[in-house]
């Protein structure tokens, strides 16, 4: 179906009616085992840690999504990540971007960190940075865009160029979480490997936890799903259905979700109370070039900070509409402080994000509701 737009594969890919009695919706699997003919005989299912029918059809979507030969779906977004480390050999280098997820960090600092495998932070919005941070040992670049939390964004295609010219075996990671498949292809923009946390925009309705990983090369897909197998964090079927279903709305969700947040951060930046916004949609954002050039919209994700910081942590409580709760990418909007939840494992150290910063997950209510939320509470604080 490679020849449909993403629109149309959201819906379509991977997701043929059922062969026994047409059903439209993929049916969920509900089975730990299934009987073979003979010993080591059987229709490509023997085990479901190994494989599932539900949880094809979700690889077989999310690979198409992300113009990929090959999906696997994990237990969640971090298992994702865990999975692809393991790759990785002890005296290995990770060239990272100095503003990532806090349980990314976490998992490089905390976990790997101790096994042997080397890891560097550096500003990967200025190639410059790229080319230096980049060492003979360096296996994987790893990118967030936009970052989180401060919603930077890197040129994948310039960054990729760098790290294959400096080696070409050197792997381009991108987390693709914050921009999706619709806004952004980071394979076809040069990248090796695109994961995701589908927990967030792709699951889309905060009812579930996942994580997937997408790629083209074939050899490195057959060592992910010996990892994948071997270590066991696979999604249950449920999980897949939840997450395939939530992908067939995907792209007008985005369009609501960028609509809304373009207006929440407008309404931000002409607010007496708020000092800067963040937002890849605004020309106000450093690499706004860069954003118009690689995604289709801003996507749905906004940082800012108040003129007092000590109001920060006042004004989430005030908010009605917008929850004050982790995670992000739901149709409902979320609120947070960074510093003190989804970040708060980088206190200390040279990724610390300061404790004024707010990170808002717009979702796709009415925008004039989520703005009106927005000023009854900074009226308060």
């Given amino acids: 179906m490679s020849e449909h737009q993403l ?11 059922d062969p026994t009695t047409g059903a439209v919706m993929t049916p969920v699997y509900f089975t730990s085992t299934f009987v073979q003919s003979g010993v080591g005989e059987h229709k490509g299912y023997d085990y479901a840690r190994s494989d599932n029918p539900t949880r094809t059809a979700l690889q077989n979507c999310l690979a198409a999504l992300e113009a990929a030969r090959h999906g696997l779906a994990f237990a969640s977004g971090l298992a994702a990540i865990d999975t692809i480390l393991k790759v990785l050999e002890p005296g290995d280098h990770v060239l990272a971007s100095n503003d990532v997820y806090g349980g ?20 990967l919005t200025d190639l410059n940075e790229v080319r230096a941070g980049l060492r003979p ?12 939390p401060r919603l930077k ?36 923009l040069g990248a090796d490997v695109v994961m995701h946390s589908t927990t967030k ?42 997450v395939l279903r939530g992908v067939k709305t995907l792209a007008v969700r985005m369009d609501r979700h960028a609509e809304n ?12 109370k708020v000092s800067q916004v963040i937002y890849p949609g605004l020309d106000t954002h450093p690499q706004y070039a860069t954003a118009q050039k690689q995604m289709r919209n801003g996507g749905g994700m906004i940082s800012f900070y108040l003129k007092d910081e000590a109001q920060s ?3 989430l409580t005030r908010t009605k ?26 206190k200390g150290s040279p990724l610390e994000v300061g404790p004024g910063l707010i990170r808002a997950s717009v979702g796709i209510e009415n925008k004039h509701d989520l703005i009106a939320d927005l000023a009854q509470a900074l009226a308060g604080v």
Wanted: glycine share 8%; proline share 6%; charged share 15%.
């Fill in 7 to 17: 629109e149309t594969l959201a819906i379509h890919a991977g997701q043929e009616p």
């Fill in 104 to 123: 990314t960090f976490r998992l490089f600092d905390k976990q790997y960190k101790k096994y042997g495998i080397e890891f560097s932070y550096a500003e």
């Fill in 137 to 148: 040992n360096t296996k994987w670049v790893w990118i967030e865009t936009p970052t989180n």
């Fill in 153 to 188: 964004v890197v040129d994948i295609q310039a960054v990729s160029e760098i790290a294959h010219k400096h080696n070409p075996a050197i792997k381009v990671v991108v987390d693709n979480t914050f921009a999706t498949p619709y806004l952004q292809q980071p394979l076809n």
């Fill in 201 to 242: 925009y792709l699951g889309g309705h905060s009812d579930v936890v996942g994580g997937a990983v997408m790629l083209n090369d074939t050899a490195l897909y057959e060592q992910l799903k010996f990892l994948q197998n071997a270590g066991g964090a696979v999604p249950g079927p449920m999980d897949c259905f939840l």
């Fill in 261 to 272: 947040a373009l207006a929440v951060a407008q309404f931000l930046a002409d607010h007496p």
């Fill in 313 to 315: 942590a006042q004004l």
């Fill in 321 to 346: 509409l917008f929850a004050l709760a982790e995670s992000l990418g739901g149709v409902e909007s979320l609120i947070e402080l960074p510093a003190g939840m989804t970040h708060g494992s980088t």
